[in-house]
């Protein structure tokens, strides 16, 4: 999640709003409730918080 974070950000010069590093954990978590056919593709660790 963190490299589509980045290319998005190296293919949008001026930046994406919303594209904050403290959400990426929790768009991965999105995505894969969405598609969950793509969670082996994606190292998701224990929540700390709620």
Request: overall charge positive; hydrophobic content about 40%; glycine content about 4%.
């Amino acid at each position: 999640m963190k490299a589509l974070f980045e290319a998005l950000r190296w293919r949008h010069p001026h930046g994406v709003k919303g594209l904050n590093n403290n959400y990426t954990a929790l768009y991965a978590r999105q995505l894969i409730a969405a598609h969950p056919h793509w969670a082996s593709a994606m190292e998701t660790r224990r929540r700390r918080s709620p």
